[in-house]
């Protein structure tokens, strides 16, 4: 980690079925900080579901909408941050949210992810012919990004309660060796 860093929140990175909302939600109610998911801001913000934006203005313009979303929390303090899977692909999102929070990635393997996700409808990004085979390529092309995270946490064998404690015990420990 930078030394030069004020951790003041949290945030969750990663791919989408690796636990980012659930996992989020108890942390959050754990250490007594707000929760906010960057999807669910988006969403607020423009009256719009995110399938609708990425099919009527297509996925770069959901991004610019990310964007400004990561600016404006760089002035939280105790918050949890749930970001959307994409979101570290683009830098200036991951430099400003290690300003001022630890940035955990949750991990899961292609496997359990589609096993988490193959039901839900919701995602605009599995909309393809091959969801399983759309899954590992989006997850090789994130992993270098991912992977700049301050912390990395497999969910794969873990319940969230279990996931929930390591991440926990990751910020307090970052906590007290800033």
């Not at 955990?104 to 091959?130: G, M, N, T, Y």
């Not at 992977?147 to 996931?163: G, P």
């Amino acid at each position: 980690m930078q030394n030069d860093r004020n951790i003041v929140n949290l945030a969750l990175i990663g791919f989408m079925g690796t636990g980012k909302t659930s996992v989020g939600r108890l942390v959050a109610e754990h250490l007594g900080y707000e929760f906010l998911d960057t999807d669910e801001l988006i969403q607020t913000a423009t009256g719009r579901s995110i399938t609708d934006i990425f099919a009527q203005d297509g996925e770069p313009a959901f991004r610019a909408l990310e964007q400004r979303v990561v600016q404006e929390l760089a002035g939280r303090r105790h918050t949890l941050i749930s970001t959307g899977g994409g979101l570290p692909l683009h830098a200036p999102n991951l430099t400003s949210l290690k300003q001022h929070a630890l940035v955990v990635c949750l991990w899961a393997s292609p496997e359990k992810i589609w096993e988490r996700v193959c039901h839900q409808s919701h995602r605009p990004l599995l909309h393809a012919p091959d969801p399983r085979a759309k899954i590992h390529e989006l997850l090789a092309l994130r992993e270098p990004f991912y992977k700049q995270a301050d912390v990395l946490v497999n969910t794969d064998l873990r319940t969230m309660r279990e996931v929930t404690h390591q991440v926990v015990h990751q910020y307090r420990y970052a906590l007290n060796h800033q």
